[in-house]
């Protein structure tokens, strides 16, 4: 049994406080190998000068984010103007993001529910269930919705046999292969937390609320939801990020119309013709976007709790 001071609190705590750091420093070094100093070369790589012939040179130049913020003509001598280009593929790219993550909230939220309102028996099941198709490889599962939307895949006979359409419905190259492919692969990252926030729900409180005449709408807009939010947070965070830097569904199923800012990045990177200090630029302005929302609404968060506190 643990030991507890005058004040209550436990002296094993105490005794960990001691030696936490060393404790905590193989959890430092890791995350600093894998995490901090790969963001710390694409941040370097960002400022260097691109190679003729591909690769780069140690020196230091802001040619990456110029090219991705200005047009200067075919040989670079024209006076500059805004590349929207590159922006425009951003705007696709958040625009994606944005509405794979609802559709998955859409589909995930009552899948997530109704498996943590089962029998406790069953429910490993159905996450079971939920997860099995995600042993697979991210490519086989993106090429396998490939060959589902395409113009002789199975969902297009299946349409025609039912006599709903007469000739192969377009989807594959299209927003909408798109979207699904980024749904279909991160759909679980969105039924898992909310699960797990659904599961430690009190259920008493709907109970309560029907008793004062709530009705469904009502309690699971002002009761349920409430509770659960941290979950729904986690959920679209956990969707919105990757989606925003995938480049296996618009490649696959996109074409070059759909093209997203991962596949940008992926391009600078291939071959010799690739220009790495241009990808390295877009990857570290991608990333200080998705901070500065990220933070943003933390801080929004934060003060929230704070005035419902006070």
């Known amino acids: 049994m643990a030991a507890t001071t005058q004040n209550g609190s436990s002296a094993v705590s105490s005794t960990f406080e001691k030696v936490r750091t060393w404790l905590l420093l193989p959890s430092w070094i890791v995350l600093g190998a894998l995490a901090l100093v790969p963001v710390l070369l694409m941040l370097v790589y960002s400022f260097l000068t691109k190679e003729f012939r591909g690769g780069i040179i140690w020196e230091f130049s802001l040619s990456g984010y110029d090219q991705f913020f200005f047009n200067r003509g075919l040989f670079g001598d024209e006076a500059p103007s805004i590349e929207w280009t590159y922006i425009s593929i951003f705007w696709r790219s958040f625009w994606q993001a944005g509405a794979a993550t609802l559709l998955s909230l859409a589909v995930g939220f009552p899948t997530a ?44 006979e299946s349409l025609m046999a039912l006599g709903m359409i007469d000739s192969p419905l377009q989807l594959i190259n299209t927003n909408f292969a798109v979207q699904i492919g980024l749904f279909y692969s991160y759909l679980p990252f969105m039924v898992l937390p909310i699960y797990a926030a659904v599961e430690r729900y009190d259920f008493s409180l709907s109970e309560a609320a029907a008793d004062l005449y709530a009705s469904k709408w009502a309690t699971l807009r002002r009761v349920l939801l409430p509770v659960v939010k941290p979950g729904v947070i986690a959920g679209c965070i956990l969707v919105f990020v990757p989606s925003l830097g995938s480049f296996l569904a618009p490649d696959l199923l996109g074409g070059a119309k759909n093209f997203m800012i991962g596949s940008l990045i992926e391009e600078q990177f291939k071959g010799n013709a690739g220009n790495w200090p241009f990808g390295a630029a877009a990857s570290m302005i991608l990333l200080s976007i998705v901070l500065i929302i990220l933070m943003l609404f933390a801080h929004q968060q934060s003060r929230r709790e704070n005035e419902q506190a006070c």
Not at 142 to 148: G, H
């Open 113 to 156: 529910y109704f498996i943590a309102t089962r029998p406790a028996g069953s429910r490993a099941i159905w996450v079971f269930l939920i997860t099995i198709p995600y042993w697979v490889n991210l490519l086989i599962r993106t090429v396998s919705m490939k060959f589902l939307l395409r113009d002789q895949g199975p969902l297009n």
